[in-house]
Structure formats: structure tokens, C-alpha cells
């Protein structure tokens, strides 16, 4: 492991649960970002900003820290890789009812089974991609 960074991803996991709960406390809604993005192609008025103001925030923040970030994190595909793994999640997200942050964020805070489940159907297939890398 040539990059590991334990403070900065303790404290990107705080930063996503701290959100997930203000979120969940202050709206009732669920911070799964599949579910938010798809909100935006489908809007709905009374839904439509808060679901834009939360995925600008991701963008944003992007561009906030990248300067802080190491220039190997940075790597710079293709448009088309890009594309080709955007729809590949999206599929994916689609097919297991919602994604990572969905199930393992909010989904095993609420003790659902199949967050449950999902959550380690992804932890397992990391490992094996990582084994084979």
C-alpha cells in the first residue's frame, strides 16, 4: 500500500457520516448519491435544490482539495474510460437498489439486512480486485 493515508480517509469517513446524519436529522431523506443523482434527471420542484446544492458540494470539494492531494492520486483517463465506468456504476447501482454510500453508510446504521448484505458483497469484490491487481 504506497498511498495509504489513514488521517485523511478517518477523516473523509467523518465527513461522510456527519453529512449522512445532518442530512437524515434535518430533511428525513437518505444520503445514497445514486438516489440523489437520480432525483436530478427525474425533478421534481420541492426536491430538485437540495439534491443539486449536494452533489455541487461533491464537485466543488473536488476542486477545493485537490491541490492537497498527491499528484499520483490524480489520474487523468480518458473521457471515454470515464463514461464507460459512470454507466458501469450506474448499472450496478440500479441492479443492487442503491450504492456503497446508500447501503453502507445509512442502509447498516438502520440494521437493513440487505445494506447489510450488499455492504459486504462490495467489501468482498474490493478485495478480490485488489488481490489481482
Not at 467523518?14 to 438516489?35: H, Y
Not at 439534491?51 to 492537497?68: A, E, K, N, Q
Request: aromatic share 10%; glycine share 12%.
Amino acid at each position: 500500500m504506497e498511498n495509504f493515508t489513514p488521517w485523511s480517509s478517518l477523516a473523509g469517513g467523518a465527513l461522510l457520516g456527519c453529512s449522512a446524519v445532518i442530512l437524515l436529522l434535518f430533511s428525513g431523506k437518505v444520503a445514497g448519491i445514486s438516489g440523489i443523482f437520480s432525483g436530478l434527471l427525474q425533478p421534481h420542484k420541492k426536491d430538485f435544490l437540495w439534491r443539486l446544492l449536494f452533489i455541487g458540494g461533491m464537485v466543488i470539494s473536488f476542486f477545493i482539495l485537490s491541490p492537497t492531494l498527491p499528484s499520483s492520486s490524480l489520474i487523468t483517463p480518458s473521457i471515454v474510460l470515464y463514461t464507460i465506468a459512470g454507466l458501469l456504476v450506474g448499472i450496478g447501482t440500479k441492479l443492487g437498489n442503491g450504492c456503497t454510500s446508500g447501503h453502507g453508510i445509512i442502509g447498516i446504521a438502520r440494521l437493513s439486512k440487505r445494506s447489510i448484505f450488499a455492504t459486504c458483497i462490495f467489501i468482498s469484490s474490493a478485495i478480490i480486485v485488489v488481490l489481482f491487481r
